[in-house]
């Protein structure tokens, strides 16, 4: 089952919900990528949340609060959370901020 929006396409699958967000994650995206998130969790309750995020071409603070949220919403629901696919410059952007050290990150690039 697909569902999207602007930035946001959502796959539902066998209890998974990913998320693959493309674009720029600016803070007005963020908002409406979050929103977005959210409904779907709260609709679904998958056992996983994956937030793709090969297709971001540009990430601000704002997409950093957007996994970070995305990332504690799935906590308090018992929901596994992972990252998937960062770009080198999303990937910088989660490393200065610690985010691999508490988040599950899947890319072939990053070990």
Known sequence: MLFSDYNVNII???GVLTAFIKGEVDHHNAV???RRIDRELEEKRPHELVLDLGG???MDSSGL???L???SKASELGIAFAVCNPTPATMKIL???GGERIIKIISDEVK
């Open 12 to 14: 539902f699958e066998d």
């Open 95 to 97: 490393s200065l901020a």
């Open 69 to 71: 949220g995305r990332y």
């Open 32 to 34: 409406a990528a979050r």
């Open 65 to 67: 609060g957007l996994i």
């Open 56 to 58: 971001v071409n540009f």
